[in-house]
């Protein structure tokens, strides 16, 4: 269909990014694993099955087990969700979530932006029906000394303003390198 999308086409270049760090890593001695988060908490009820964030007050999280073998160098967040202007609005408007990893053993945590990039779809892209449009976006995270490989850790993610957001609980995923054994 022209001018639609598979909402995780675009993270191939953030993908291709953890490939080459692994490649990069000296005798390509490494695996790129994606892992699932364990569970979902949102502070919202969903509206068609996804949790919008549209004020400072809404908050969603995901609990991830701990990343076996990760290096400790850097993993990549990655958030398949929708997005748009207004509650029926169009298509080609992005969004900005402020995310926060925490590792509770460690007490240590990481706070970046992620970029939700939200294509223009010539079909649809006059009323979504209240769902949004498909948004995708990936964060590296310098992840060095935050020990995710030794315990669980959770991503939190909020609105800060602009454009409203709407994700579900098999939205996140973690990308991450490790030694092949």
Not at 76 to 81: G, M, S, T, V
Request: glycine content about 10%; overall charge neutral.
């Amino acid at each position: 269909m022209r001018g639609s999308h598979h909402p995780g086409q675009y993270l191939a270049a953030i993908l291709c990014g953890t490939l080459a760090l692994a490649a990069g890593a000296g005798d390509g001695g490494y695996t790129v694993r994606r892992e699932l988060p364990s569970a979902f908490h949102a502070d919202m009820e969903p509206h068609q099955g996804w949790y919008w964030l549209r004020s400072e007050q809404e908050k969603v999280s995901w609990k991830f087990p701990m990343l076996r073998d990760h290096d400790d160098r850097s993993v990549d967040f990655c958030l398949e969700a929708r997005s748009s202007n207004a509650v029926n609005g169009g298509s080609g408007h992005g969004a900005y979530l402020h995310v926060e990893i925490r590792n509770s053993e460690t007490r240590q945590n990481y706070i970046t932006t992620l970029t939700l990039t939200n294509r223009v779809d010539i079909i649809t892209d006059s009323d979504s029906r209240g769902v949004g449009h498909a948004s995708d976006g990936c964060v590296r995270i310098r992840s060095a000394g935050m020990g995710l490989q030794s315990a669980p850790f959770t991503v939190a993610i909020t609105y800060p303003e602009g454009n409203p957001s709407a994700v579900r609980s098999d939205s996140a995923y973690i990308v991450y390198t490790a030694p092949r054994r």
